[in-house]
């Protein structure tokens, strides 16, 4: 006896359809429904249905081009239109409040970076901070002729709890503080909204730096500020957890008998491994106070470089931190990779040998715990690149949301 589908079945399979056809489209264009028809193995009349539908809601255009490969009529070939969509980036960092708007193609169409004032301990001032750049950045979009904004997606540094509360903040030394609610509440109705860890957001980015052909199944990211913080991406998407927490890597506890953190446990990765920590060992932290966290970096190289006791005696002990962190992370999540990212890559040359001691003490034992470790790619811009990249695979697995042309 066969099931009969009902009409929330046909518009499900409708809906995945009109995706898969889009998400070729991105990975093959220029191309024909032709090629679309190969690629994708739907019947060559749904993939005609499929590009008008993506053609009526502006995704798709023909630019008149035709192809052909010597046998019968040339082919149109169809294209993605980017500015028809476009993304809201905002990222909060310990200085500055900045926010971008990028189109489908990636390309940046409007950016704001302001000193954002945010009082230490006061939630207020952070929430009205990063409302007001999602306000700007929805404003500069609204003047993108015939754009239609596919969602907002905010980045700030600590844990976000459940996509929503700011559960810990080293940066700001605010309270728990509900982010999502306040945006919600000042954007436009219905608008797609993500609040998220900046980790999480850098290891979309890295992982979409790396070629195609040589992404690992699985990866995690480290970046190192004030504090430190990071990523997890399994099978090309980043893996969140229960509460949306998953690879909150600075919290990871390299030392039972350590110093207490804000976290409430004892000895976590980033208060060796954090620049706040790395300056209070070397004296630096006034010099970041006053002339900012680059110009004390600089200062941290030059003494490593020359041999300075403290320098060296403080990066070995990250660096050793950093190996237990690594070792734990690869035994339970069996990653094929470890990028290094924020102020870790200026600092490898230091911070590297305890990491490799003991990859190679495993190497003769279980070879098959020991992930690569790499510097990132991306560099300072990973969190507002994640921002838009993830902003995309969600416009992405829906294209049904943008709306018809004149509708």
Known sequence: MHSVKGPSDVAEIRRANLALTLQTLDELAPCSRTDLRHATGLVSGSVSSLVDELVARGLVVEPGQTTSNGRGRPRRVLGLNPLRVVG??????????IAEVRD????????????????????DDLVAALVDAALQA?????QIAGAWVCGTVVGVPGPVASGRVLADSIEFGTPRTDLFEPLRERLPAGRDLVVMNDGRL?????????????????????????????GLIVAGMPHL?????????????VAMDGPPCDCGARGCLTLYLGTDALFAATDLTTLAADRGQDVALVRLEERLAAGDADARTALDRAGRALASAIGTMSNYTDIDLVVLGGA??????????????????????????NPVVASARR????TLIGAWLLAR???????SRVPLLGG
């Open 88 to 97: 809201v980036a905002v990222q909060l960092t310990p200085l500055e409040v």
């Open 202 to 230: 850098g290891a979309v980015a890295e992982y979409s730096a790396i070629p195609p052909r040589e992404r690992p199944r699985s990866m995690a990211y480290l970046t190192g500020g004030k504090g430190v913080s990071g």
């Open 138 to 142: 929805e404003a500069a979009a609204a």
């Open 393 to 399: 695979q969600r416009l992405m697995a829906d294209p």
């Open 104 to 123: 489908l193609g990636g390309e940046l169409r409007w950016q704001v970076r302001q000193p954002h004032g945010i009082r230490h301990g006061v939630s």
């Open 241 to 253: 957890g229960a509460h949306l927490m998953a690879g909150e890597c600075g919290h990871i506890s």
């Open 344 to 369: 870790l890559p200026r600092l490898e040359r230091w911070l590297l040998a305890p990491v490799t001691e003991l990859l190679d003490a495993r190497q003769e034992r279980i070879p098959e715990f």
């Open 379 to 382: 560099g300072d811009g990973a």
